[in-house]
């Protein structure tokens, strides 16, 4: 198999024309001939350099507004020759096509068009044709032909240039073709995720999701599993648009943790909120006039959970508050925005990572959802549904107060993220007792308020703080033994969406234990 390959002539369009004259004339410093196109063409030769037109190699001028360019023999031929095969010899021979060894090409800005808001049109017209057509090409004939498709990779190119005497091995040039191939892979999933959204076919018959690398982890869930970052290019705010001011890498664990506190703590935008994660779940939720006491509310909830947690925020991190978090062990903190003096706290706690945000993300915008199965992947619509006040139905003689309803939609937003079976207790717009993940909504209940009643014994409280409180219940409740072990807690209000066939069975046990009870007729399943 061919090794080194001596590179002689190079076809050169680009969009991206980032460090491109720099490139361009390395190469004419070792003696390759640059081909280029249109406004690519036009900016090297105003650099001084000597370019040959691509419409002199194919014998066509560009047309249909640059539709129509490089889709020529002379272009794919030079490009997919075999260069030991006599028979593709003697074809380039007979039809005059000159071998092309390198291709520098990076594709229309597509995404970016979109991301922009672009109209239709302009979006279809940033769709490549010709672009990938000859990166795919090139990555398939590698053995012979060098392909570039991202400017970060021309400093690569111009090392093995000059380590190999104008010629690349052949290892890069595996390395570059599984690039091009996963570039284009993506510019297409890209555009048919586009096509899907414009046309309202959100699922179908082939679905392509894509992301670029943008980080290596250390290891995945535990140490035994490789694991990587990758951005889907929504620019959602979040991990993966934030900026990290300080501490170690994050790990596998910290993405999705700090992922699910700060879509988690966005739900709320009136008034400064706090949300404590642990292993995906809340274990405190707090809204407050100031956010210093916003974190101590969510951190009263569960102070021995909150321990290693990661720490969200609604509103721009300030010193005062950072100033209580440090005085705990805490993984990671995100929030839109961190004063400087805010971030001179944290200065001292090396392995304390902060990362900010410009925005928080908007919990109402759509998308989708999905994870792998065996054998496939399961997609949805991201849980992005609002809760009207119209739809909520008090089904109970006792009505709610206003404060109780308020705490009510407060603790119905942190069900959301909870895992299934999700019991939520709220008092005073803070969490008290939050019960995840169990087989039995009972079990939920039961752990909820177990877990409020140890903190309050351990803060010296004289009552556990479920008393007087709302509870929120992710799914409707079966039977009556859940409601009535919140009520047992000290409940007084019940949030939940209704719908089992037992309901007014569960509405009479409601009103016999003096409950308000409301139905929201949707449900928040989190697995």
């Not at 105003?46 to 020529?72: C, I, Q, S, W, Y």
């Not at 039809?95 to 979006?123: Q, R």
């Not at 961190?338 to 928080?360: H, M, P």
């Not at 309050?456 to 008393?467: I, M, Q, R, Y």
Request: glycine share 10%; hydrophobic share 45%.
């Amino acid at each position: 198999m061919t090794n080194l390959v001596p590179i002689g002539r190079a076809l050169i369009s680009v969009s991206d024309k980032f460090g491109l004259i720099d490139l361009a004339r390395a190469l004419a410093g070792q003696g390759v001939e640059l081909i280029s196109t249109g406004g690519t063409s036009m900016m090297l030769r105003a650099a001084g350099l000597t370019v040959r037109d691509v419409a002199e190699v194919t014998g066509f001028p560009e047309m249909m507004d640059g539709r129509v360019k490089t889709l020529h023999p002379n272009i794919h031929g030079a490009l997919l020759a075999l260069r030991d095969d006599d028979e593709h010899l003697v074809a380039m021979a007979a039809h005059g096509i000159e071998p092309i060894d390198l291709l520098i090409s990076n594709l229309y800005p597509f995404e970016e068009t979109v991301a922009k808001g672009a109209d239709h049109a302009t979006c279809i017209e940033n769709i490549d044709i010709g672009g990938p057509a000859m990166i795919r090409a090139s990555a398939k004939n590698h053995r012979f032909v060098a392909v570039v498709t991202d400017p970060s990779d021309y400093a690569g190119l111009l090392e093995q240039l000059n380590a190999h005497d104008g010629a690349t091995t052949l290892a890069f040039r595996q390395k570059l073709a599984l690039a091009a191939f996963s570039r284009t892979a993506a510019y297409d999933a890209a555009v048919s995720g586009w096509l899907a959204a414009q046309f309202k076919e959100p699922f179908p018959k082939q679905r392509a999701f894509a992301g670029t690398l943008a980080q290596g982890l250390r290891y995945g869930e535990n140490p035994h599993q490789a694991a990587a970052f990758y951005r889907d290019g929504s620019h959602r705010e979040g991990v993966a648009t934030a900026h990290q001011w300080q501490g170690k890498e994050l790990s596998y664990n910290n993405l999705g943790d700090t992922d699910a506190a700060f879509e988690l703590v966005a739900e709320f935008s009136d008034g400064p909120t706090c949300a404590i994660i642990k292993h995906a779940n809340p274990c405190g939720v707090g809204k407050a006039s100031t956010l210093r006491e916003a974190y101590l509310r969510a951190y009263a909830c569960d102070q021995t959970s909150a321990f290693g947690g990661i720490v969200a925020l609604n509103q721009p991190l300030d010193a005062e508050t950072a100033e209580e978090i440090v005085k705990i062990f805490t993984e990671v903190v995100i929030a839109p925005g961190a004063s400087e003096a805010a971030r001179a706290v944290f200065a001292g706690k090396k392995n304390l990572r902060l990362l900010t945000t410009k925005a928080l993300p908007d919990p109402r915008a759509g998308g989708l959802a999905f994870k792998q199965v065996a054998g496939g992947f399961l997609v949805q619509d991201r849980d992005y549904a609002g809760l009207p006040m119209s739809d909520l139905r008090v089904v109970t003689k006792v009505q709610p107060t206003p404060a109780q309803m308020a705490d009510m939609l407060f603790a119905w937003k942190v069900a959301k993220h909870v895992k299934s079976n999700a019991i939520v207790y709220v008092k005073d717009g803070a969490t008290v007792g939050i019960g995840a993940g169990q087989m039995s909504r009972v079990d939920s209940t039961r752990i909820a308020a177990r877990k409020a009643g140890d903190m309050a014994e351990a803060l010296g409280l004289a009552a556990s703080p479920t008393v007087g409180s709302v509870v929120a219940s992710d799914a409707f409740f079966p039977f009556a033994d859940g409601l009535l072990t919140a009520a047992e807690a000290g409940a007084v209000a019940v949030i939940q969406p209704g719908g089992s066939m037992n309901d007014a069975a569960v509405i009479a046990a409601a009103d016999e234990a003096g409950l308000a009870m409301v139905f929201t007729g949707q449900r928040h399943f989190r697995h």
